[in-house]
């Protein structure tokens, strides 16, 4: 089965910086991969998603993501963040048949 | 955009007591419905994958007889906990696929087993 996995759990930044939360994934099939936001007691949120095509992703509230086959990462990145940017980010993979498997998340803190 | 509804969005059972949560899609068609499960602070877990009108497919280590789906129509999924106890409270999500590979997620149903 395809598995992700997000390299850092915790990434805090000050307002305005550039941030990257990377993810990495593997698979024997091809794969769709997608990043997701949840904030506080709520549900997922998608911010993007790779399914064919151009491997540069843009997403909602100024993220894009970079699908790299050869490095099997999906990193995702925003020039400058933002106080509320502050969430929980889970990068996904999934089959073509959409049975999706997170990561375990990345919790990004903007700091004033 | 597409909409996939939960109910209830909180419950709070008494442990051995089974509660049942529905996943709705409320402006198309589901061909596939999933079920997740995100402890406090963790990811979510597929636990199950259902297709209307058939079986659903369980996750390996996902107890089938306790975790009850049944995949009624092509807009609703129910998730029944059955027998349920205290370490079953957790963060319950569905989603929902259409049939041009868009996948939408619902709000989740926070169950607390006291």
Same mark, same amino acid.
């Given at each position: 089965?395809?598995?992700?996995? %997000?390299? @850092?759990?915790?990434?805090?930044?000050?307002?305005?910086? /550039?941030?990257?939360?990377?993810?990495? $994934?593997?698979?024997?099939?091809?794969?769709?991969?997608?990043? $997701?936001?949840?904030? /506080?007691?709520?549900?997922?949120?998608?911010?993007?998603?790779?399914?064919?095509?151009?491997?540069?992703?843009?997403?909602?509230?100024?993220?894009?993501?970079?699908?790299?086959?050869?490095?099997?990462?999906?990193?995702?990145?925003?020039?400058?963040?933002?106080?509320? *940017?502050?969430?929980? $980010?889970?990068?996904?993979?999934?089959?073509?048949?959409? @049975?999706?498997?997170?990561?375990?998340?990345?919790?990004?803190?903007?700091? /004033? | 955009?597409?909409?996939?509804?939960?109910?209830?969005?909180?419950?709070?059972?008494?442990?051995?007591?089974?509660?049942?949560?529905?996943?709705?899609?409320? *402006?198309?068609?589901?061909?596939?419905?999933?079920?997740?499960?995100?402890? /406090?602070? %963790?990811?979510?877990?597929?636990?199950?994958?259902?297709?209307?009108?058939?079986?659903?497919?369980?996750?390996?280590?996902?107890?089938? @007889?306790?975790?009850?789906?049944?995949?009624?129509?092509?807009?609703?999924?129910?998730?029944?906990?059955?027998?349920?106890?205290?370490? *079953?409270?957790?963060?319950?999500?569905?989603?929902?696929?259409?049939?041009?590979?868009?996948?939408?997620?619902?709000?989740?149903?926070?169950?607390?087993?006291?």
């Amino acid at each position: 089965a395809q598995s992700v996995t %997000q390299l @850092d759990s915790q990434v805090p930044v000050f307002e305005e910086a /550039p941030v990257e939360l990377r993810c990495n $994934y593997s698979s024997s099939v091809s794969v769709y991969l997608f990043w $997701y936001v949840q904030y /506080p007691n709520q549900g997922l949120q998608l911010l993007l998603k790779y399914l064919s095509g151009s491997t540069l992703v843009k997403g909602i509230n100024g993220f894009e993501a970079e699908f790299n086959k050869s490095q099997t990462s999906f990193h995702l990145r925003k020039p400058s963040v933002h106080i509320s *940017d502050t969430a929980e $980010y889970f990068c996904a993979v999934a089959t073509t048949y959409f @049975d999706m498997r997170f990561g375990a998340g990345t919790r990004l803190t903007v700091k /004033p | 955009g597409a909409v996939v509804s939960q109910h209830p969005s909180w419950v709070i059972c008494k442990s051995g007591t089974s509660v049942k949560i529905e996943c709705r899609s409320l *402006d198309f068609q589901a061909t596939t419905m999933f079920w997740y499960r995100q402890f /406090p602070k %963790q990811s979510l877990m597929l636990m199950a994958t259902s297709n209307e009108g058939s079986k659903a497919t369980y996750e390996q280590g996902v107890e089938k @007889d306790k975790f009850l789906i049944n995949h009624a129509s092509l807009t609703l999924s129910t998730l029944t906990v059955t027998s349920a106890h205290p370490e *079953d409270s957790s963060f319950y999500i569905c989603s929902a696929r259409t049939g041009v590979n868009e996948q939408y997620f619902g709000p989740g149903t926070r169950l607390t087993v006291t």
